[in-house]
C-alpha cells in the first residue's frame, strides 16, 4: 500500500500533522471545526478536542469516546483524550490498556 507521504523526509511537525489528519479520518464522527491537537499532560500526552467554534456539538461527540479512544490507540497519539470549549475543560476519557 503506498502512502502519499514519505516518511524518512518528514520533519515532527510533519508527521504530527499526519497523525492528526488520520485521527480525523478514522473518527469520521468530528465536525470540521472541532480544533484538534495534543500538548504534554504531566509525564504523558494529551489530545485535545476544542469544540470552540462549534460546541453546540459537544455532548453528542462525548458520546462516541470509544470510537475516539480506539483512533487514539490505533495511531498511537495519546493516553487520553481532553474536551475543550476554548480555554475551558469539558470532560476527559482515558485510555485503558
Not at 33 to 58: G, M, Q, V, Y
Amino acid at each position: 500500500m503506498n502512502h502519499p507521504y514519505s516518511f524518512s523526509d518528514c520533519t515532527s511537525t510533519q508527521l504530527e500533522k499526519i497523525a492528526l489528519t488520520r485521527f480525523r479520518a478514522l473518527v469520521n464522527c468530528l465536525p470540521k471545526d472541532c480544533r484538534i491537537f495534543r500538548e504534554p499532560w504531566n509525564c504523558s500526552t494529551i489530545l485535545c478536542l476544542d469544540f470552540a467554534s462549534c460546541p453546540h456539538k459537544l455532548d453528542n461527540i462525548k458520546l462516541q469516546d470509544d470510537q475516539l479512544l480506539s483512533a487514539c490507540r490505533e495511531l498511537g497519539l495519546a493516553n487520553a483524550v481532553i474536551f475543550r470549549v476554548g480555554n475551558k475543560f469539558r470532560g476527559m476519557s482515558g485510555v485503558t490498556p
